[in-house]
């Protein structure tokens, strides 16, 4: 009778956890079938563990009785908090071609992240990640924290992750396919290169007109968008990856000390435009003041604890883009006409910063216009705010002109010389725009046109010789096993391989009166008038034995690189939109290199 009952116990036991997870607020599994990705906010229920004194087992004890909770309407953002939060999530893999899957915390900045996954045999699996290690120690080489997840097909298993950060508890975890992981990464490095591009580019054209006219607003607004540039780099997690990826302690460091810093520049670009010496002095000591608080908090920063100082930063910050907001109103009621500019573009960054920091306190939930506003907004207002310097300039200009008028009798001469100034600060401006306009179609590294402008000459090339019976043929190139010498020889070999394709393109190409550009990449695409299918074959064939016979010097290295070419007639009777174009084009490209690469494919369509 004995042996019986102690046979019975375990039952007994698993039975009552059954009950008690059948009647708790776990979520249902979550299937995971065809689809590449999933977002696991409706899938997990979470337990605040305020002194994280708890371990997994206890951790998962306390998910089977029901002391988990599903998330609040699916925002996985809680502000700044104390102890450790667990997450618990049961999965089922639907899908037996798919065994791995990536699991991403989509927040760069959480300290400690511990993952376990439990199969149904018992065995657990434990990693960990975080900000708190070193970006080495990631399971792939990415911005936000990541985990490789073995799924075996139609096997039960539970995740368990646990964090603990001294940042905003923002948790927006997701399960990618890897062909769906590179799919969504290569779409969001697109947005984020076209952001820090057109932040490069107002540098560039505002460095100019600093160095051009001496306005001091110019210098600052420089340090502006520098600065900015710098905390988005931070909050996307792309410093650790880039800047200090071996330092955990910058890291953590970097965000408060950036934020101070974007504060410095931004208060001091609106006491200098706004010119509220002259205009309101009380209020360019409050804006000095708030100036002399971020120096001194930015240098204690190195100091502080990153709870203690972060949230502080991120409080200070509202506090000061609502002084700015009352500089600029103060300015406009006094009388300062590019004042109202000012505001229209501070309004965009007030928005896009207000919800950021929303974000982080968790009184905004972590949607896509809520989480990346921040970046929308500061790019509308960087544009809009060089708008608002050349309007200040045409303000001045006016100012200068009225004081012609009233003082020809007395002071012509005065004046003459004034306006000659005037124009050449024009000149300057104009040439100083032809320059930057030029700059934003070129590829900075191998000196051909870039995407933008390709598409937009090739669109025009077509329509030239619609009508004419004058074929245009479409050439997508893509350097072979370019990553090899990036990782072999470094770098700057892979640098110089690009240029040294450039070149070759160029001479091969341009006596057909090629229209060539670098797609992105070590991707090249090539329009050529004039050429039916046949003959930009021919082109192409050439073009691949070039490049094949004669290898670029690195050091001293002599380093062989081949290409894979996709060719495509486009059909401009029938006009052909340029994007389907490129779609066959792209489909001839995959196809010489899933032939072997080192060839040159022709689309079907065109065949």
């Given at each position: 009778m ?24 776990a ?9 590449g ?37 699916g ?12 997450f ?32 149904g ?5 434990h ?29 039960p ?22 062909s ?68 955990p ?57 990153y ?52 974000i ?13 506003g ?46 000659r ?58 350097l ?6 990036n ?11 690009l ?13 057909h ?17 004039d ?54 084009a ?22």
């Amino acid at each position: 009778m004995h042996a019986c009952c102690k046979l019975l116990w375990p039952i007994l036991a698993t039975l009552c956890l059954l009950l008690a997870a059948g009647s708790s607020n776990a979520q249902a599994p979550l299937d995971l079938g065809d689809a590449g990705h999933y977002d696991l906010a409706r899938h997990v229920s979470y337990r605040h563990d305020f002194d994280a004194s708890d371990d997994p087992g206890s951790a998962r004890m306390r998910a089977l009785q029901g002391e988990f909770h599903p998330l609040p309407n699916g925002n996985a953002a809680f502000g700044f908090q104390p102890g450790a939060y667990w997450f618990h999530a049961r999965l089922i893999n639907r899908n037996p071609r798919e065994t791995r899957w990536l699991l991403v915390q989509q927040y760069a900045l959480s300290d400690h992240i511990d993952v376990y996954l439990r199969h149904g045999d018992g065995r657990v699996l434990h990693q960990v990640g975080g900000d708190a290690l070193p970006f080495s120690a990631r399971s792939l080489p990415y911005r936000h924290p990541n985990f490789w997840l073995n799924l075996p097909p139609g096997e039960p298993v539970e995740l368990l992750v646990r964090i603990r950060s001294q940042s905003s508890m923002q948790v927006p975890l997701s399960l990618y396919t890897p062909s769906a992981f590179i799919e969504a990464e290569r779409d969001a490095q697109f947005g984020i290169g076209l952001y820090y591009g057109i932040l490069l580019a107002l540098f560039v054209y505002n460095l100019v007109m600093w160095i051009s006219v001496r306005d001091s607003s110019y210098f600052w607004y420089l340090l502006h968008i520098g600065a900015f540039g710098l905390v988005l780099f931070t909050l996307n997690g792309l410093a650790f990856e880039y800047l200090w990826p071996r330092s955990p302690w910058l890291a953590d460091k970097s965000v408060p000390m950036s934020i101070c810093l974007a504060q410095i520049g931004m208060q001091q670009f609106s006491r200098t435009f706004l010119g509220l010496r002259e205009r309101w002095p009380v209020g360019d000591r409050i804006g000095l003041a708030l100036i002399g608080f971020f120096v001194l908090l930015g240098v204690a920063a190195t100091q502080l604890p990153y709870n203690v100082s972060t949230p502080l930063a991120s409080a200070a910050v509202l506090a000061n883009i609502v002084w700015i907001a009352v500089e600029i109103a103060v300015a406009i009621r006094r009388g300062y006409q590019p004042a109202k500019l000012f505001l229209l573009a501070w309004s965009m960054f007030l928005l896009g910063t207000a919800m950021f920091t929303a974000i982080a306190f968790a009184l905004l939930p972590k949607t896509f216009v809520t989480e990346y506003g921040v970046q929308i907004g500061s790019a509308l207002e960087m544009l809009l705010l060089s708008v608002a310097l050349g309007y200040r300039y045409a303000v001045l200009r006016n100012q200068n002109e009225q004081i012609v008028r009233d003082a020809k009798d007395q002071l012509e001469h005065k004046v003459q010389m004034r306006t000659r100034e005037l124009l050449s600060a024009l000149h300057q401006l104009e040439n100083a725009h032809d320059r930057l306009r030029e700059s934003s179609q070129r590829d900075s590294l191998t000196g051909l046109h870039n995407r933008s402008y390709f598409h937009d000459a090739l669109q025009r090339m077509v329509d030239d010789h619609r009508g004419s019976g004058r074929p245009v043929s479409l050439l997508i190139l893509d350097l072979d096993h370019f990553k090899r010498v990036n990782d072999h020889y470094g770098h700057l070999a892979g640098d110089e391989c690009l240029r040294w394709a450039a070149r070759t393109l160029r001479r091969v190409l341009m006596p057909h009166g090629a229209l060539i550009a670098r797609f992105g990449g070590e991707e090249f695409v090539v329009a050529l008038p004039d050429q039916d299918a046949t003959s930009a074959l021919d082109v192409a064939e050439a073009l691949r034995m070039s490049l094949r016979a004669r290898p670029f010097q690195h050091q001293q290295h002599q380093i062989c690189c081949s290409v894979s070419i996709g060719v495509h007639r486009i059909d401009i009777d029938h006009d052909e939109p340029i994007d389907a174009a490129f779609q066959l084009a792209d489909q001839a490209l995959y196809r010489a290199k899933a032939e072997g690469r080192d060839c040159v494919r022709c689309s079907a369509l065109a065949a």
